[in-house]
């Protein structure tokens, strides 16, 4: 079965610190989707990423990066210099191939909370 | 701009109503989904549709049902509701599998609805 593990519940941080939210993922399938969204205060899921499970090289968009590490079935996203506009729940979801359809299997989401 | 829209963003319904929460994409997608989101469980997807007139149940399908009629539109009904049906329900869409860009969801704002 699909499962996706994100273990922090909730990140406090001071405006301009680094900080990193982990994604462990399980699957048996050998090809596969990871996502990241970003749900701020005002609820709409926000699509930030898709990584094809092919394709291990880590990627950088201005202060966002994230590490996909087929080894360790982890795709953690890093925060560079973080900023109050940060602050939101933040969710790691894997595709479900065998359903057949685009389903994803979500994590519970870690809660970022980026103070002055 | 892909856009997903929901019909209300706050609702307050009493016990045994029957509710009808509406959802409308405008991108074309064959997939539509239900999720509800409860702190600390994360998003639970209820029903999905992958074709009009077409649909699955989800991982929480019990007390609810879907309709979908016309592609664009994507509707979830609460038969009788309940205080344990207070919830956030958001709705997204994707194309299906064999289509570019597919897996990516599209969420919409969201509903918060409260059962009295």
């Known amino acids: 079965a699909q499962k996706v593990t994100q273990a922090q519940t909730e990140i406090s941080v001071v405006e301009k610190e680094d900080v990193t939210l982990d994604c462990v993922y399980e699957?048996?399938?050998?090809?596969?989707?990871l996502f990241w969204y970003k749900q701020p205060p005002s609820g709409e899921l926000v699509f930030l990423i898709r990584r094809n499970s092919f394709d291990e090289q880590n990627e950088i968009s201005g202060r966002y990066s994230w590490n996909f590490q087929k080894s360790t079935s982890s795709f953690n996203f890093t925060i560079t210099a973080s900023q109050v506009v940060d602050s939101a729940v933040y969710f790691c979801?894997?595709?479900?191939?065998?359903?057949?359809?685009?389903?994803?299997?979500f994590g519970k989401g870690t809660m970022l909370l980026v103070s002055p | 701009d892909v856009k997903v829209t929901q019909s209300s963003r706050y609702l307050v319904k009493r016990t045994g109503e029957k509710v009808f929460l509406e959802c409308v994409q405008d991108?074309?997608?064959?997939?539509m989904f239900w999720y509800r989101q409860d702190p600390g469980l994360g998003l639970r997807l209820i029903y999905f549709s992958y074709d009009v007139k077409m649909k699955e149940k989800g991982d929480i399908p019990e007390g609810y049902s879907v309709s979908r009629e016309k592609k664009e539109r994507f509707s979830l009904i609460l038969e009788s509701a309940s205080t344990n049906q207070t919830s956030m329900y958001l709705c997204?869409?994707?194309?299906?599998?064999?289509?570019?860009?597919?897996?990516?969801?599209?969420f919409g704002p969201g509903t918060r609805l409260t059962v009295t």
């Open positions: 997204a869409s994707s194309f299906p599998p064999d289509r570019a860009n597919s897996y990516e969801q599209y």
């Open positions: 699957t048996r399938d050998t090809t596969y989707y």
């Open positions: 979801a894997l595709s479900d191939l065998n359903s057949g359809y685009s389903t994803l299997t």
């Open positions: 991108m074309d997608h064959e997939n």
